[in-house]
């Protein structure tokens, strides 16, 4: 049994060992005024995998078991995103990238452990599109090579950095260096 505040995992040998446990957790539960979430729970093979805490556990035919982001962990972040931009439509580029690299730092922190490079290109290009309508719609009458020459800048090896005085976070840069260093 994996337990994280109101969260549990209880994995088992067989699907009925798995049924006898939910219902003595349910039972163990009800002793104390609780009660086992019919919606949250489910009994599943590990192939076919689930979601736990932001990640997805799932096991594959190799016989690796890989932990990724969960793809509702990543709608979740790309909403935040979007609505941070959309609600700051006028703000200046330093003003959105000071508010945009908490939030980016945060979940690419939270998710840098897990299997998660496709992930982290996948949301950084996301950003990316979600930046340029940005750009767009502020300079409507402005081509798109003035628009590229004033926001993106290059920053050593990287091109196409979204950059003022402050520089955006890439996430698939913040991939286990920290933990390391």
């Given amino acids: 049994m994996v337990r994280y505040a109101d969260d549990l995992v209880i994995t088992a040998a067989t699907r009925e060992i798995a049924e006898r446990l939910k219902e003595l957790v349910r039972a163990y539960m009800a002793e104390r005024g609780l009660q086992l979430s019919e919606e949250k729970t489910v009994i599943t093979h590990i192939t076919e995998g689930f ?5 997805n556990f799932r096991k594959y035919r190799d016989g690796k078991l ?9 709608q979740k972040f790309l909403e935040k995103i979007r609505t941070a931009i959309k609600t700051h439509k006028g703000c200046k580029q330093d003003d959105l990238i000071a508010m945009l690299n908490p939030i980016i730092n945060g979940w690419s922190n939270y998710h840098r452990t897990s299997v998660s490079k496709r992930t982290f290109s996948k949301m950084d290009k996301e950003l990316f599109l979600s930046l340029w309508q940005w750009a767009c719609r502020r300079h409507g009458n402005k081509g798109k090579y003035w628009i590229v020459q004033r926001y993106w800048k290059t920053a050593g090896k990287h091109h196409w950095t979204f ?12 991939r286990l260096y920290s933990i390391y260093r």
Wanted: proline share 4%; net charge positive.
């Fill in 66 to 74: 890989l932990i990724k982001p969960s793809k509702k962990s990543q």
């Fill in 51 to 55: 979601d736990f805490l932001g990640w």
């Fill in 163 to 174: 950059k003022d005085t402050l520089t955006l976070l890439r996430m698939n840069e913040k």
